[in-house]
């Protein structure tokens, strides 16, 4: 396998072009067709992935550039998810570009390997189209898979469209080389992996100004052997050459501090990325007519394009309301996302996903970071779409009105404080 | 912090008596050779050595009867197994409190 740092794979990397069904320009493309061009327009070097719906025709799309040429990658086809992630953090600690994608019960089956690629510090760009999780078996959308792989340590960016999935492949792979995480790009399976959107396809001389040659951390040399995270204990030890070597919790907080300190890189990535190519991914998220409402929705994914028009609907009616979508979940943005949230009057939160005996995985962060920023808003967890049910503005729109109006009414209770609200359940 | 990594920011190391720190301290027994068994020190030639190429830690010197590095012995024990003399018994550390004194 050739390493990226020598002068001739730089020089390969430097006179590529794009696809050519897909030139720079304006597209009609579905999500997998997008995250598969981001893909090879960041010259991606190896790509191993299992097959699973409603992922799979981004490898289909990825093996199809391969095949013909157009992309000198190494396709590597495995039998698991699990062997899949293997093979990633086997290329990236050579040295290449990778990239893999998956959905659900594969990510699941990934869990083990998503520990190992981020506390080895790869940075590892991952498509997850968000898929409900079984049992029972579904292969619709929400966001369960990605929630439950909250604390792998990986940064987990939501894409609200398909100019976001290409334009958010795109810088991951930046913020990832620049802070040694692997980044999981999330986006909704179906709603937006199988539906084609309007977008455009930047040209890859322009990516490949934005995003360097990959620089692994560690390289790899035959003439000076190393084992790549060995047993390592509790407590900092000595090594042969006398060195103090840090323990397990030492290693844990670089990693950690280095996902805090990504917080900053995504949203400087994103502003360059504005600069170069005239458009903004949401940075770690976004606002929406924020400035004078009193009520606002949090939600992150494809839900949140579908709020504005709720937005809209309920503007109409005088009801002061707001959206802000979540971009960034880990690292989560508590203190600019608290300091947005400062003076509204009642939070909504819609999760499509739960974390089962309580409520849902953004409502709980929102409060946190509403308690430690001293706001006493009251924050209601709506959990909606689960395994594909759908979801319809009308329905968010008349929840959101009620909601406001029971709260105008002083009418909200415990019951609908502290258990979260089923929008459309029909049990 | 006043700890230091590796020049990494990640957890390596290299092969190395001693990489893993001084894994003596983990031992409960420790290897005791019978020289009249040891087919090494009773040619008095470089023969045999399988105690020496076996030991996960590098513990053991490669000489006729090569002593063994307490230090980093963690009394696996691997060395009395792969004897094919016999000539390496392991005894409780706890036992054996007047051969510590002597270390």
């Known amino acids: 396998m050739t390493v990226l740092n020598n002068e001739k794979t730089i020089s390969i990397y430097n006179n590529s072009s794009n696809p050519k069904a897909y030139p720079p320009g304006k597209h009609v493309l579905t999500g997998n067709q997008s995250a598969a061009i981001g893909a090879f327009l960041c010259g991606v070097q190896v790509i191993a992935a299992y097959p699973i719906t409603p992922q799979s025709p981004v490898v289909e799309e990825l093996s199809k550039f391969v095949e013909d040429g157009e992309l000198s990658a190494e396709f590597v086809p495995v039998e698991s998810e699990h062997s899949a992630m293997g093979v990633c953090i086997g290329a990236s600690i050579a040295g290449a570009r990778v990239f893999t994608a998956t959905s659900a019960n594969g990510l699941a089956y990934m869990c083990e390997q998503l520990h190992w690629a981020s506390g080895s510090r790869l940075p590892i760009v991952m498509g997850c189209v968000n898929r409900a999780m079984a049992a029972p078996w579904s292969v619709l959308n929400d966001q369960q898979d990605s929630m439950s792989q909250r604390d792998a340590g990986w940064i987990q960016l939501f894409c609200r469209d398909n100019q976001e999935i290409i334009d958010t492949v795109i810088q991951a792979y930046r913020i990832a080389e620049k802070v040694y995480l692997p980044v999981m790009v999330c986006y909704d399976g179906y709603i937006l992996s199988h539906t084609v959107m309007p977008l455009e396809v930047p040209d890859e001389n322009k990516v490949k100004k934005f995003l360097p040659p990959y620089i692994p951390h560690t390289p790899i040399d035959i003439n000076n052997p190393v084992n790549i995270n060995p047993v390592t204990l509790g407590e900092p030890r000595y090594n042969a050459n006398g060195v103090l070597c840090h323990g397990y919790m030492e290693h844990k907080y670089l990693h950690h501090k280095a996902l805090r300190d990504s917080l900053n890189i995504i949203e400087e990535v994103d502003s360059e990325y504005k600069d170069t190519f005239g458009r903004s991914a949401g940075g770690l998220f976004s606002l929406y007519k924020t400035d004078d409402a009193e009520v606002v929705i949090v939600c992150a994914g494809s839900l949140s394009k579908m709020n504005i028009l709720v937005v809209d609907m309920l503007r109409e009616q005088n009801i002061p309301i707001g959206l802000v979508s979540l971009r960034s979940y880990r690292p989560f943005p508590n203190q600019k996302l608290s300091a947005a949230l400062k003076n509204k009057k009642l939070i909504l939160t819609i999760d499509k996903s739960l974390s089962y005996g309580y409520q849902g995985p953004i409502c709980i962060d929102v409060k946190s970071c509403l308690f430690e920023a001293g706001i006493s808003s009251i924050v209601i967890s709506f959990i909606a779409g689960l395994g594909g049910r759908d979801i319809k503005p009308y329905e968010i729109a008349e929840t959101a009105y009620d909601y406001w109006n029971k709260f105008l009414n002083n009418e909200l209770n415990s019951e609908n404080i502290y258990e979260s609200q089923w929008i459309n359940c029909k049990y | ?103």
Not at chain 2, 1 to 6: A, F, G, L, Q, Y
Not at chain 2, 14 to 35: C, M
């Open chain 2, 1 to 103: 912090m006043n700890t230091r990594d590796c020049g990494h920011i990640i957890s390596g190391s290299s092969p190395a008596k001693g990489e893993a720190g001084k894994t003596g301290e983990w031992r409960t027994q420790r290897p005791v050779l019978n020289r009249e068994k040891c087919l090494a020190v009773k040619a008095n030639k470089d023969i045999c050595y399988q105690c020496w190429a076996f030991c996960p830690e590098c513990a053991i010197e490669r000489k006729p009867g090569g002593p063994v590095d307490l230090t980093y012995c963690k009394g696996c024990g691997i060395c009395a197994q792969i004897c094919p003399a016999d000539a390496i018994q392991m005894e409780n550390e706890y036992d054996s409190s007047e051969q510590r004194k002597n270390d």
